[in-house]
């Protein structure tokens, strides 16, 4: 089962900065968050991913919460390329694996 | 340029047919994993290996199986036993696999549909 909870959808404004939360309350104390998005038919692409602290990169930035239990992926000037869907993801089930949600499908308006 | 490479884009088996995707990547990772993905939902793992000769079940394995004789290659069969096997499949490889600050690196996938 998916440990992550995310809005199935979002618009943003093109030139908007784009607010994704994900809801990870299960998290245990050493495991990582992570961020990826996918266009379709394409593989999923990684953008980010963190711990305890905020990070950024080129692409986003990741703001995760003081006791972890969410976090929110921030692309700072949305374009129409940014239109994916993007999973927040983290380590689960019996074997540790990364496991994918339905992810949320953000659509980036001009 | 190194990555992941899938084989074919787009895939037809008939009823009955046993079919291979095939998944190489020259990034020298030790692990590789598939999943599979239905319209409109996550991915589901298949299968995944941490070690030449060496693989694990994942979520969904039954109706599927692989091989990993080489580090850089890991098909992926999908039998007859499997009954829907319509769907996106998705390879991806980890450097070392199981550790925790590791980022999953993705094939383009291969669109398998039964005729």
């Known amino acids: 089962d998916a440990k992550t909870t995310q809005p199935p959808s979002m618009d943003c404004a093109e030139g908007r900065a784009a607010n994704l939360p994900c809801n990870h309350s299960?998290?245990?104390?050493?495991?990582?968050v992570y961020w990826y998005r996918q266009i379709h038919s394409q593989g999923p692409q990684y953008i980010i991913h963190?711990?305890?602290n905020n990070e950024t990169n080129e692409m986003a930035s990741l703001i995760i919460t003081e006791d972890r239990k969410s976090s929110t992926l921030i692309l700072p000037h949305a374009t129409l390329r940014d239109t994916a869907v993007y999973y927040c993801?983290?380590?689960?089930?019996?074997?540790?694996?990364?496991?994918f949600g339905k992810g949320t499908k953000l659509s980036v308006k001009p | 340029d190194g990555g992941i490479t899938q084989s074919p884009k787009y895939l037809f088996r008939k009823e009955g047919q046993n079919v291979t995707l095939s998944c190489e990547q020259n990034?020298?990772?030790?692990?590789m994993y598939w999943y599979r993905q239905d319209p409109g939902q996550g991915l589901r793992l298949i299968y995944y290996?941490?070690?030449?000769?060496?693989?694990q079940k994942g979520d969904i394995a039954e109706g599927y199986s692989v091989s990993r004789e080489k580090k850089e290659s890991f098909p992926l069969t999908v039998t007859s036993a499997q009954k829907n096997p319509t769907a996106f499949y998705l390879c991806?490889?980890?450097?070392?696999?199981?550790?925790?600050?590791?980022?999953?690196?993705f094939g383009s996938g291969t669109q398998l549909s039964v005729l």
């Open positions: 993801i983290v380590r689960g089930g019996s074997q540790g694996n990364l496991i």
């Open positions: 991806a490889s980890t450097q070392r696999g199981g550790a925790r600050n590791e980022k999953l690196f």
């Open positions: 299960t998290i245990s104390g050493n495991e990582y």
């Open positions: 290996s941490q070690i030449v000769n060496d693989f």
């Open positions: 963190g711990l305890k």
């Open positions: 990034l020298n990772h030790d692990a």
